[in-house]
C-alpha cells in the first residue's frame, strides 16, 4: 500500500499556501522601490541655463571597460569647448558607474531607469538628446 502522509503534508502545505496574502507584484501597474545607489540607465546633466554640463573631455570615453562610450567636442561661438555628439551604445554597458566617477564636471549620472527593452538594437543607441530627456537640473556646477 502507499503511504499517504508525505500526500497529506503537501496537500496541507497548498492549503495553507492558498488563503495567504501573495507576493506577486502587478509589474505594470506597482513599480519596485530602488534604493539610492541603484545603477539604470545613464543620464546626462543640464545646469540651471538649460545647457549640458559635458564639456567632452572625453574621459568617460576612455575610462569605459566596454567602449560604449562615443564623444565628439566642438568649440563654441563663444570660444568655449563643448560636446558636438554624445552617443552610448546600451547593448555593451555594464552599468560600472566608471564614467560617473571619471567625469570632473559632474555631467553624467546613473539615474533610476531600468526598463529598457527594445526589439530592435537601434533603440539602444541613445544618443544626447534621448539620455538628456530623463535629465535633472544640476544644483552644482552652473557652467
Given at each position: 500500500?502507499?503511504?499517504?502522509?508525505?500526500?497529506?503534508?503537501?496537500?496541507?502545505?497548498?492549503?495553507?499556501?492558498?488563503?495567504?496574502?501573495?507576493?506577486?507584484?502587478r509589474y505594470p501597474e506597482e513599480k519596485w522601490d530602488f534604493p539610492d545607489r541603484f545603477r539604470g540607465r545613464m543620464v546626462l546633466l543640464?545646469?540651471?541655463a538649460g545647457a549640458t554640463l559635458c564639456v567632452a573631455c572625453g574621459l568617460c570615453e576612455k575610462i569605459c571597460p566596454c567602449s560604449?562610450?562615443?564623444?565628439?567636442?566642438?568649440?563654441?561661438?563663444?570660444?568655449?569647448?563643448?560636446?558636438?555628439?554624445?552617443?552610448?551604445?546600451?547593448?555593451r554597458c555594464c552599468f560600472c558607474g566608471l564614467c560617473v566617477e571619471a567625469c570632473p564636471v559632474g555631467a553624467i549620472c546613473l539615474g533610476?531607469?531600468?526598463?529598457?527593452a527594445s526589439a530592435?538594437?537601434?533603440?539602444?543607441?541613445?544618443?544626447?538628446?534621448?539620455?538628456?530627456?530623463?535629465?535633472?537640473?544640476?544644483e552644482g556646477n552652473d557652467g
Open positions: 500500500m502507499y503511504k499517504l502522509r508525505p500526500l497529506l503534508d503537501g496537500l496541507m502545505l497548498t492549503l495553507k499556501r492558498f488563503f495567504s496574502k501573495p507576493i506577486t507584484m543640464k545646469n540651471s560604449c562610450i562615443s564623444v565628439s567636442p566642438e568649440t563654441g561661438s563663444d570660444g568655449k569647448r563643448k560636446m558636438a555628439r554624445y552617443q552610448l551604445d546600451l547593448t533610476t531607469g531600468y526598463e529598457m530592435d538594437k537601434k533603440d539602444l543607441m541613445l544618443a544626447e538628446s534621448i539620455l538628456l530627456e530623463g535629465s535633472v537640473q544640476s
